[in-house]
Nanobody
Framework: QVQLADSGGALVQAGGSLRLSCAASGRAFSTITMAWFRQAPGKEREFVASISRSGIKTNYAESVKGRFTITRDNAKNTMYLQMNSLKPEDTAVYYC???????????????WGQGTQVTVSS
């Protein structure tokens, strides 16, 4: 079992920056593939970014490429999402997710955080 606790959401103005964190426990962090998803009001949850166990491989949704950066610190059992140049359309509840499969093999994530609200005002 993997437990996830995401945090860092806030109200921020358009053009601003925010960093989300996700702390994991229950299993050696370096054995877990991690990701961020988000869900805006009235919309389905969508993929934002993912990162391999070592942190070497990353993948991003087109809508956030060049603005968001996913990283992880395996020594601190924590994953991050640095969000820059935020837009009102980035407003959503952001969820961290984890899976025990390799980065290239993950299709669905088995473990989820409780979500953290990000609101971008125009």
């Amino acid at each position: 079992q993997v437990q996830l606790a995401d945090s860092g959401g806030a109200l921020v103005q358009a053009g601003g920056s925010l960093r989300l964190s996700c702390a994991a426990s229950g299993r050696a962090f370096s054995t877990i593939t991690m990701a961020w998803f988000r869900q805006a009001p009235g919309k389905e949850r969508e993929f934002v970014a993912s990162i391999s166990r070592s942190g070497i491989k990353t993948n991003y949704a087109e809508s956030v490429k060049g603005r968001f950066t996913i990283t992880r610190d395996n020594a601190k059992n924590t994953m991050y999402l640095q969000m820059n140049s935020l837009k009102p359309e980035d407003t959503a509840v952001y969820y961290c997710a984890a899976d025990l499969k390799l980065f290239s093999a993950v299709t669905n994530y088995d473990y989820w955080g409780q979500g953290t609200q990000v609101t971008v005002s125009s």
